[in-house]
């Protein structure tokens, strides 16, 4: 993750473009946590509240905001709005709508369960099928961990499940779309339902909760079975590639999944 940047140690021009679009900026409060980005900051404007996020123009992590910068425009309003975006002096800098909340708990018997499932059922409702906008299709993404026909399908995805990406405020919301993808459905559930697993539900609880989310019926065991072992082979690659120390939960909980889909089918 790159060095998370101040406010006050973006060029001046870059300040002076982003306050052109919302007037003075009164205080700027960095994020410590969640995107890695190099900037990551709630300003107080003129205007308002605003959530700022980027970094280096052609830097490894520009296609992310580029990705976020293009699909934002057609996402429901589960997600905050892009307000604006600058490039200058080498920086790409996003402005999005502020929203205030907390990140839900997934813990058995937590009330945010409930939410999580109703904005995953609206949000597959809505986006289905895609709107016209360019992301990668999730099967070229999981090439060579499953077949493909297993895991296509037109429906924008989010991808990120982590709880970091939901805010619990007026309402739930949905942010850091920066890894869309085009395919089935259910596939958002399935990354959720591991997250559940990995905050202590046993599986066949975490598949009780996604089966109130009407696209997970439409997820063929055989391709329920082929995404959890894809998945622990994908977190195993990235535990060899890039060791972190969030990758061994989630490991063991897609390996429990796993483990819970062979056991069901008797295979």
């Not at 410590?32 to 959530?51: E, N």
């Not at 309003?77 to 907390?102: N, Q, S």
């Not at 459905?185 to 089966?211: C, F, G, Q, Y």
Request: proline fraction near 8%.
């Amino acid at each position: 993750m790159p060095r998370r940047r101040d406010w006050h140690e973006l060029p001046e021009e870059v300040r002076r473009q982003i306050e052109q679009r919302t007037g003075a900026v009164h205080a700027a409060y960095s994020v410590p946590t969640g995107a890695s980005c190099d900037l990551a900051a709630v300003v107080d404007t003129d205007s308002g509240r605003v959530f700022c996020k980027g970094g280096a123009a052609e830097g490894p992590a520009a296609w992310l905001y580029r990705n976020e910068a293009r699909v934002n425009p057609w996402l429901p309003d589960v997600a905050p709005r892009l307000r604006w975006t600058v490039e200058a002096e080498g920086w790409l800098i996003l402005g999005f709508e502020y929203v205030a909340g907390r990140h839900p708990g997934l813990a058995p018997g937590s009330p945010d369960l409930t939410a999580v499932a109703d904005l995953l059922a609206t949000q597959s409702r809505l986006l289905t099928p895609s709107p016209p906008v360019q992301v990668q299709r999730f099967a070229d993404r999981w090439q060579g961990l499953i077949a493909p026909n297993l895991i296509d399908g037109e429906t924008l995805l989010h991808t990120d499940m982590t709880p970091r990406n939901f805010l619990v405020g007026d309402r739930l919301w949905l942010v850091d779309w920066s890894s869309p993808a085009c395919g089935a459905a259910w596939i958002d559930t399935a990354l959720m339902l591991v997250r559940l697993i990995r905050a202590s539900h046993p599986p066949v609880e975490a598949e009780a909760w996604a089966a109130q989310i009407p696209a997970w019926g439409h997820a063929s065991d055989e391709a329920l079975h082929a995404f959890a072992d894809g998945l622990v082979c994908l977190w195993e690659r990235k535990q060899r590639s890039a060791p972190g120390p969030h990758h061994g939960p989630l490991i063991d909980a897609a390996r429990r999944w796993r483990d819970h889909r062979v056991s069901r089918n008797g295979r």
